[in-house]
């Protein structure tokens, strides 16, 4: 990269202040203990349009979060793709709702997007007011983590950046 | 008779609701609800005093330096510390910016889209459409052939089902009203601002050390060094980088969002006799100008306190933040001493008591608890805090810079400072302000740096640094203006813990329920009168809600896989 920023970056994204609301921040934080070349580990918290500039030029994005899916219990590991990762919403009522899908199709309108996305999420089992993971969702971290790592490395591969 | 209901919805967590009575075409109650537990003071107590920033600052994911300030403000009025005059000038560096790009996210990004049909642009002409441009504005990118390109990108994300941002507004809705042109120009601006904010908002990066999180707040003052010797410190170059970005916010201000605001205006004057609202006005003031704590020197500040009842803009009364204190009688909370009468923040108590329904449900029940939201009052009354209240009592109290900006606006639309208590008045409130607080941003730069340049680094003052040097309890309060208003922090320090820690947020004041009197919020009181063309799609709604700048859904942004529909409209 001309800027000398990582190619690829992962994005924790969640507030801390709910328990496992915060589960992407936690999981891009371990994500970053393994240490990768070329991946930048970012803490997004809940910040919208402001992440514009942490995400425009990466060649790829990859996102932790908290999610919901139809069916899915508390634990389960989510896995989306470009497709479901930029899904808009409907109409915003706050500017506090631009999220990652609104922020993505920003840059898309921009014509900066990354050009490899994918997100990495767990159903929570608790979003009480609390500075900290659930028991159980510290449990099931390493499972985020690891898929997480996959997608990291499998990008690697088809850029070939890691020789 | 009909009733609707807005809701965002995200199945796990709500955030703002509206519920409104229409009758004969036009809103006759309302009530705003918020759908989310927060409590986020719990988490505090028994914390270190000088942490308490870090945490309040992950309240929100827009305002994050808002918390910050005010955090940081309570424990130095509690604990009688006065910051260097450097450490206060950076606050102000990091605030002005914050508005300037926070005002013109809002504007271009949520608001415009309330008055702008994306889709009609695509009708546009070029040509007349640079024509148009160029008659309000000296903005460079106004040529037929950038018109044309913007409006082919467009046409190519339309045609790709890709609206991405701007998908499913309520477009071809009948009270949108500009002409395609009018739509072009804005959706050009849409996407230059949002390049413009993303370069702009580097300052943050600069005075914040780091990325997306500010890290350099302190009690007793900024942890960012100032050393014109050093690479990693405040220096020239930085000093330098700042004032360029300060001046490209300036500039984008002047050409863009002013002369947008003021020729979208006319299309849409009907909307300055709506959304008017409570008519009373409550400004903290902000932005010292020497070192004083806003708490302890309401009269040195570059935008001034005060407060403004019905509509009275002969009288500015004096404020008194003891004078504050929150209703819980329609809200999800129980007060020990019961919930007909209010308590004083330092006094405040956050007690859930959820009797809310279970989703899925039809309709809030209004007549009993319906918010997580408190109803705060000001000596007894509902008031309005936001961008109006700041320039209404600016303006009021004769701050000269705003009477001419107001005035000035007021002149090009031919209209008098009545229109000003309204939603189109909210809108252009806010565009004024950023032009004056743009125009300040620079004034503080200059200020900052004519002291450096006399010999002061000092960024802190750590005479009270230890807790060993505090007294058994101590209790203060920090006043800040957030680009939403009027924010608090309420803390009470004892054995060198936090004991008690009282927030009260901007969109509390303009988004709670009733009081213990059956007064509303701003919200609930702007929404009455509000014409709805199309119940199924209650765009006026939006545009007199938008119009405060709502700050709800912050604190929970869980991605919904299944893409269920954000906002449920309800209608019996």
């Known amino acids: 990269m001309s800027d000398g920023r990582a190619p690829f970056a992962v994005l924790g994204l969640g507030n801390e202040l709910f328990t496992d609301e915060g589960l992407g921040v936690q999981a891009a934080f371990e994500v970053g203990d393994a240490l990768l070349d070329d991946v930048e580990i970012l803490d997004g918290g809940t910040l919208g349009l402001a992440l514009l500039p942490e995400i425009e030029g990466r060649t790829g994005l990859l996102v932790l979060d908290a999610m919901v899916a139809e069916g899915s219990s508390p634990g389960d590991i989510v896995v989306l793709g470009p497709e479901e990762l930029v899904r808009p919403r409907m109409l915003l009522m706050s500017a506090h709702q631009v999220g990652i899908a609104e922020t993505l199709g920003a840059a898309s309108l921009l014509g900066t997007s990354p050009r490899l996305l994918a997100a990495v999420g767990m159903v929570p089992y608790s979003l009480e007011t609390g500075y900290g993971l659930s028991p159980a969702a510290l449990e099931r971290l390493p499972g985020m983590v690891s898929e997480a790592l996959a997608i990291l490395e499998r990008w690697k591969v088809e850029e070939s950046v890691d020789a | 008779m009909a009733k609707i209901a807005v809701d965002p919805v995200t199945r796990i967590e709500g955030h703002l609701r509206i519920e409104a009575q229409v009758d004969a075409g036009q809103i006759t109650e309302a009530w705003s609800s918020c759908t989310m537990w927060r409590g986020i003071e719990t988490i505090l107590e028994g914390r270190d005093p000088r942490d308490a920033w870090y945490y309040t600052q992950r309240i929100c994911g827009v305002c994050t330096t808002v918390h910050a300030l005010a955090s940081v403000r309570a424990v130095e009025n509690a604990l009688d510390i006065t910051p260097p005059l450097n450490a206060q000038l950076i606050r102000n560096l990091i605030t002005l910016s914050q508005f300037v790009q926070d005002h013109v996210v809002h504007f271009y990004h949520l608001h415009a889209l309330d008055w702008v049909d994306i889709v009609s642009a695509l009708d546009a002409d070029p040509a007349a459409t640079a024509a148009l441009a160029s008659s309000i504005s000296s903005y460079p990118k106004s040529s037929p052939s950038h018109f044309a390109a913007v409006r082919s990108r467009l046409q190519g994300f339309v045609e790709a089902g890709q609206l991405g941002p701007f998908s499913n507004g309520y477009w071809g809705h009948e009270a949108y009203k500009l002409p395609p042109e009018a739509n072009l120009m804005a959706v050009s601006h849409y996407l230059d601002a949002l390049e413009f904010q993303r370069d702009y908002i580097r300052i943050h990066a600069m005075l914040g050390g780091k990325n997306p999180h500010l890290q350099t707040y302190l009690v007793g003052g900024m942890a960012i060094p100032i050393d014109l010797n050093s690479q990693d410190a405040i220096n020239a170059d930085m000093l330098s980088q700042i004032r360029v970005l300060l001046r490209k916010g300036l500039e984008f201000v002047q050409q863009a969002y002013i002369p947008d605001v003021l020729a979208v205006a006319p299309f849409y004057l009907e909307w300055a006799g709506i959304g008017g609202g409570l008519g009373n006005f409550m400004a903290f003031g ?287």
């Open chain 2, 286 to 572: 902000d932005f010292p100008l020497g070192g004083a704590n806003p708490a302890v020197a309401p009269d040195d500040l570059y935008l001034p306190r005060g407060v403004i009842y019905d509509k009275d803009l002969s009288t500015v009364h004096p404020l008194d933040p003891l004078k504050i204190s929150e209703y819980v009688t329609h809200s999800w909370y129980d007060y020990e001493s019961g919930d007909a009468s209010p308590l004083a923040p330092f006094d405040g108590e956050t007690t859930p008591n959820f009797a809310g329904p279970q989703p899925p449900y039809e309709f809030l029940d209004t007549e009993g608890k319906y918010s997580w939201l408190k109803s705060p009052r000001y000596d007894g009354r509902a008031v309005e805090v936001g961008p109006l209240a700041r320039m209404l009592v600016a303006y009021a109290s004769g701050h000269e810079r705003v009477v001419e900006v107001v005035d000035s606006v007021l002149g090009t639309l031919g209209v008098g400072a009545e229109v000003l208590f309204s939603t189109l008045g909210r809108t252009a409130a806010r565009a004024i302000e950023t032009l004056v607080l743009a125009e300040h941003s620079l004034e503080v730069l200059d200020q900052l740096t004519a002291n450096i340049g006399s010999g002061d680094w000092d960024v802190h003052n750590g005479s009270k640094w230890e807790p060993s040097s505090w007294p058994a309890t101590a209790q203060g309060f920090g006043m800040h203006e957030a680009p939403r208003g009027g924010l608090s922090h309420w803390i009470t320090i004892k054995d060198q813990k936090i004991d008690h820690y009282q927030i009260v947020v901007p969109s509390t004041w303009n988004g709670g329920p009733r009081d213990g009197n059956g007064i509303g919020g701003a919200y609930e009181a702007a929404l009455v009168g509000t014409p709805i063309a199309d119940e199924e799609r209650p765009l006026e709604i939006l545009r007199t809600i938008h119009s405060f700048d709502p700050c709800m859904a912050c604190a929970a942004h869980v991605i919904d896989k299944d893409g269920n529909p954000v906002v449920e409209v309800t209608v019996t």
